[in-house]
Each structure stands twice: as structure tokens, then as C-alpha cells.
């Protein structure tokens, strides 16, 4: 008996041929065996900043949206319910220094901070600043504004989420209107 049986010879040259050829390849390659892994790695990284960073966006977005309701809820508020403002109070032009010191102007704050309190953010007096100013009166009286401006400005700085060493911003938002009460 022959061994391997007489059919099988060219299958084991086949099987040679082959394996001899695997060898030859793998030996081209070289290092760089592994360079689809890299590639992906790579490309995974870069994939995953631009989804945070969307993300981030997304969140100051939504952060200026918030406060821009809240500033224009406020100013709903002082339009309705007016301020009591001296004479001395009066002024031409409307500045963050120009503020009622009448308890309208606090309730005007109040009302905003209730109303931040529904969103994400912290709504705390010294987190989230809130300024009424009043100016611009036609008719200004010890009695009432009517038809003078109100302005309510709230400030937040921003913290991003994922840090990645990117700054805090302070985000501001303003609304204005007239007071017809």
C-alpha cells in the first residue's frame, strides 16, 4: 500500500502552494497589521468630540432660550403691575443702576426665579442675577410709570457639562418693554 494514497498528491501540493503564499503576504505586510484598528480608534475619538461638542452647543442653546423666557416673563410681569418710582428715580435712560427700589421690582426678581425654577438650572439669587431697570418715562410720578420702559436683563454662566477644559460662559438675556398699568 502507498501512503498518501495516489489521488492525494496533488491536494497536498495544492495545500503548499497555498500555505506557502499565506506566508509570503503576512511577510509583506509588516507592521501594519493592526493599522485598521488605529484607523478606528482614531476615528472613533473624533467622532465622539464633534457628538459632545453638538451636545454642548445643544446645552447653551437651550441655557440662552431658558433665560431669554424668563426675562420676557418678567417684563409680562412688570408691564401688569407697574412700579411705584419717586422722582428721584426717574431717569432718561435705562442702565443696571437705574433699578426700582420699590417692592415691585423685587416681586418682578421673585417672579422670574419662580419661573427658572421649572428648568435645569440653578435659580439661586447668587447664581442667577436678575436686574429690572426702569426708564424712559413720559409721565413720570410718585403714583406710576404708565407708559415708561422696563427692562429685565438675568445672567447665567454657563458650565459645560463634559469640561474637556472648555471655558464657562455667562450667558445673558434681556427683554423690554412698556408699562400700561
Request: proline share 6%; hydrophobic share 40%; with cysteine.
Amino acid at each position: 500500500m502507498h501512503f498518501p494514497p495516489q489521488g492525494f498528491d496533488a491536494v497536498y501540493e495544492l495545500m503548499g502552494t497555498i500555505r506557502r503564499m499565506q506566508f509570503a503576504r503576512a511577510k509583506s505586510l509588516g507592521n501594519s497589521a493592526g493599522q485598521a484598528q488605529v484607523e478606528f480608534v482614531l476615528s472613533i475619538i473624533f467622532l465622539l468630540l464633534v457628538v459632545i461638542g453638538i451636545v454642548e452647543i445643544l446645552l447653551l442653546m437651550y441655557t440662552y432660550t431658558v433665560l431669554a423666557d424668563a426675562a420676557k416673563e418678567g417684563v409680562r410681569f412688570a408691564t401688569v403691575h407697574g412700579c411705584n418710582l419717586t422722582a428721584a428715580e426717574c431717569s432718561g435712560d435705562c442702565t443696571p443702576t437705574t433699578t426700582c427700589t420699590s417692592a415691585n421690582a423685587d416681586n418682578v426678581k421673585d417672579w422670574v426665579r419662580k419661573f427658572l425654577r421649572l428648568s435645569f438650572h440653578d435659580s439661586s439669587p447668587a447664581a442667577m442675577p436678575v436686574s429690572v431697570c426702569y426708564g424712559d418715562p413720559p409721565g413720570c410720578s410718585a403714583k406710576s410709570n404708565t407708559g415708561g420702559r422696563v427692562r429685565v436683563t438675568v445672567s447665567y454662566p454657563y458650565q459645560p457639562l463634559f469640561g474637556l477644559g472648555w471655558p464657562t460662559v455667562t450667558v445673558r438675556a434681556a427683554a423690554e418693554g412698556r408699562i400700561f398699568y
